[in-house]
């Protein structure tokens, strides 16, 4: 089973540049999550609202259009799907819980998978209490889910990362939301609790990989960037994960897709 994450920085946009359709025919992934879609569903042509053979779902910004947003498309159907139950954070169109029973063609296991858009903390000290606030939230969400039972798989843009191996320019950007310490920490939080950040498991002292460059300074030319898109996965499902790929040459975005493969 293969499924990919991507921050598309406008969906609409990446349909129209044409970066949609070879993510699918080149990866022929079983699940697609997307995030910072900024549009509603409405808005997009049928061919990519209902596309063939795969079920999607959509979450937007209720307050804000153009803002934010997540999507899912996925070959197998879930048996349920939610938000964080949160007003605040779901009005903002942040967050897909997709929930599925175990099946001979899907899951091995019941599990929750969880596609978000974190809050980047940018704007001033109210937005960084909210991302600070929708992360507990969100940790909250999957424990409370893991104990019910499910495996766990979350994927998204975090914005944050969680190293100093994890950006181009640590140092520079220490004071700077995204490399704040309390950020951080909170990503040591969710390790602590026994979700595994898949790519790191795998490549643990692996440098100048990222899922983000700033365009307004062409940073993806100089390779300066930031690792803030993850896969998290609980620990039982890390046995089922087969490999790992940043997709780094795939482009129509500020961020590359990423790609966890499971057997």
């Known amino acids: 089973m ?13 349909v129209k540049q044409g970066f949609w359709n070879p993510l699918f025919d080149t990866y022929k992934p079983e699940i697609v999550c997307l995030q910072e879609t900024k549009c509603e569903a409405e808005q997009l042509p049928d061919e990519v609202r209902n596309m063939k053979n795969y079920f999607s779902y959509f979450s937007h910004s209720l307050g804000r259009k153009g803002y934010s947003g997540v999507a899912v498309y996925t070959k197998i159907e879930p048996e349920k799907v939610e938000g964080l139950g949160i007003k605040e954070f779901d009005d903002e169109g942040r967050t897909l819980v997709l929930l599925f029973k175990k099946s001979k063609n899907g899951f091995t296991k019941d599990t929750a998978l969880i596609n978000c858009y974190f809050p980047n903390g940018g704007g001033g000290p109210i937005r960084l209490d909210y991302k600070f606030r929708f992360y507990d939230a969100f940790l909250n969400k999957i424990e409370k889910l893991k104990k019910s039972g499910y495996a766990i798989i979350f994927c998204g843009d975090v914005n944050t990362a969680h190293t100093e191996i994890d950006l181009a320019r640590p140092k520079e950007n220490e004071e700077n939301t995204g490399f704040l310490p309390e950020e951080r920490a909170w990503i040591d939080e969710v390790v602590a609790h026994g ?25 993806r030319e100089r390779n300066v960037g930031w690792r803030i898109d993850y896969f998290f996965v609980s620990s039982d ?3 089922q994960v087969k490999s790992f790929e940043t997709l780094s040459d ?10 966890l493969f499971l057997g």
């Open 237 to 239: 499902v890390m046995q």
């Open 2 to 14: 293969k499924i990919i994450s991507w921050n598309t920085n406008g969906l609409r946009a990446t």
């Open 195 to 219: 979700y595994v950040d898949v790519f790191r498991n795998l490549n643990p002292r692996k440098i100048n990989i990222y899922t983000y460059w700033d365009m307004k300074t062409r940073a």
């Open 250 to 259: 795939y482009y129509g975005s500020d961020h590359c897709p990423i790609l």
